[in-house]
């Protein structure tokens, strides 16, 4: 007996999985000791079994509560359970029609539950004192081994995590387009965590919090400030640690429980704050629907390994848009520049041409702006500059796209607008110009005009040819005295 006891423990060697094994050490107990019903339990959670061997039974109970018919008895006390006719039993569960007898005896090992064997006898095969005595033998030899396997599995998973968590790691930082590594964070947080509803509440500028990207939320939920009634994000952002619980959602407005498995029980809800240069950039809202969804300690160093290379993806992206928007911004005005122009009126013509709508350019340059220069240096010259840059943008509309070309020229992109309406906007922007005149700069008042140029989408072919012909109506304001607007 010991040596096929023996040899049943030495399944667990390490080299497979500890659920791959039980199934063949179950079928090993049955056909070697000639038990006609065996199944073996592992801990599922910190209330509930798990079946993952079995053998002679067509129905089996998948799931076991702890304290819960004689297995669950095992389980919770550590001891042996044997109870010679099950049906004086109150609280035996019938799995056969025909079982008589019942032992399950629990794995332990240095008090920790492991696992429960458990064998049933019937009229025909009953079971006895032999087979207790064989199942605490099973058992006691199995404690050692199981542990050691158990550890090498969460060994192999820790590594299996960290492999995964390292190629979504690689995936993440080798992209700076932000709204594809948000996307790709919710899918990949999705899928390693298991998680039903995943949130990224990202802080914007003016410091409040938004729904950034989502798993569960409708559409329209996403760009809504902060979650309602959130006290896990809110926790996250005060503590700066990593929030673990229950969260209530039934007090959510619908539009963010559309949508929502679970609809509104409890979810087991985990909020990881993302910190980038010692603030808080982002918090990361994981949650599985169900109150009893717990998160591993594993689970729980995966998450935390993520945030860390999500807050490294975040930071690369926001600075890669940084440099890439300073590089189309002219430093000195904060407008858009050429570079920016040559690509945006092309793309602003081929949607007008493609929507059937109009389009308008307005090309502007200060009169005489050399001799501000000549006479008041450079310096103030730079400060005119700014000032027609705000004196601009407030004569424009929203949508309008405002661009310094070069020097003292100025270019308006104005979709939607015809010409009429191009030279009711250069007149403002013309007056608004004239209007600073009474502005002092460096202690002096400089007078200033400006010309404009008009052009609207009518035969040209593109976008260079519409600023051609706006280039040219300014050219004939100039020529017509300057301070003027002329439409081609």
Same mark, same amino acid.
């Given at each position: ?28 107990? !049955? ?71 019942? =032992? ?64 979504? !790691? ?78 209530? =959602? ?25 910190? =980038?240069?010692?603030?808080?950039? *982002? ?86 702006? !050399? ?17 027609? *840059? ?59 005009? =400006?010309?404009?140029?008009?052009? !609207? ?32």
């Amino acid at each position: 007996m010991n040596s096929s006891v023996n040899r049943i423990v030495a399944r667990f060697d390490g080299s497979k999985p500890v659920e791959d094994v039980i199934q063949a050490v179950v079928d090993d107990i !049955s056909r070697e000791f000639q038990i006609t019903l065996v199944s073996m339990y592992l801990p599922f959670g910190p209330t509930q079994l798990t079946m993952v061997g079995v053998a002679g039974y067509p129905n089996p109970f998948h799931v076991i509560d702890v304290g819960v018919g004689i297995i669950g008895r095992a389980a919770e006390t550590q001891e042996t359970q044997f109870v010679p006719d099950v049906l004086a039993d109150p609280d035996y569960r019938a799995a056969r029609d025909d079982v008589r007898s019942e =032992v399950a005896a629990p794995v332990v090992h240095s008090g920790e539950l492991l696992g429960v064997v458990n064998f049933e006898g019937t009229l025909e095969h009953p079971i006895g004192t032999s087979q207790v005595a064989l199942a605490e033998m099973i058992v006691h030899a199995l404690s050692a081994a199981l542990r050691s396997a158990s550890l090498d599995d969460e060994r192999r998973d820790r590594l299996h995590a960290i492999e995964r968590v390292l190629a979504v !790691s690689r995936s993440l930082v080798a992209d700076l387009d932000r709204p594809r590594i948000v996307t790709s964070i919710v899918d990949a947080v999705a899928e390693l965590l298991s998680a039903d509803v995943v949130a990224l509440v990202s802080r914007q500028p003016d410091g409040t919090f938004q729904l950034e990207a989502g798993k569960g939320f409708p559409d329209e939920a996403i760009g809504s400030t902060a979650l309602p009634n959130d006290g896990f994000v809110a926790r996250a952002i005060a503590s700066r640690q990593r929030i673990i619980g229950l969260q209530e =959602v039934a007090a959510w407005p619908a539009e963010y429980l559309a949508g929502r498995p679970g609809g509104t029980m409890p979810h087991a809800a985990m909020a990881l704050p993302i910190e =980038v240069g010692n603030q808080i950039a *982002a918090v990361l809202l994981i949650t599985r629907v169900g109150a009893d969804q717990t998160y591993s300690e594993l689970e729980s160093g995966i998450a935390d390994l993520l945030t860390a290379q999500i807050a490294i993806a975040l930071q690369n992206a926001d600075l890669h848009a940084r440099v890439a928007e300073s590089a189309l911004r002219d430093p000195l005005t904060g407008l858009l520049n050429r570079r920016f122009f040559d690509e945006a009126v092309e793309t602003a013509h081929a949607n007008a041409r493609r929507a059937g709508t109009e389009l308008s350019l307005i090309v502007l340059d200060l009169d005489r702006f !050399s001799a501000v220069n000549n006479e008041f240096g450079h310096a103030v010259g730079d400060a005119v500059l700014r000032r027609v *840059a705000r004196a601009i943008r407030s004569a424009t509309r929203e949508g309008d796209v405002l661009v310094r070309y070069g020097g003292e020229e100025f270019v308006v992109i104005a979709p939607a607008t015809d010409g009429d309406g191009a030279v009711a906007a250069a007149e403002r922007i013309r007056a608004a110009v004239a209007a600073t005149g009474a502005e002092l700069v460096d202690g002096r008042i400089v007078p200033l005009t =400006v010309s404009a140029g008009v052009a !609207s989408l009518v035969d040209e072919s593109d976008g260079r040819g519409l600023f051609r012909a706006a280039d040219s109506a300014l050219l004939a304001a100039k020529r017509a005295g300057r301070d003027r607007v002329t439409k081609i």
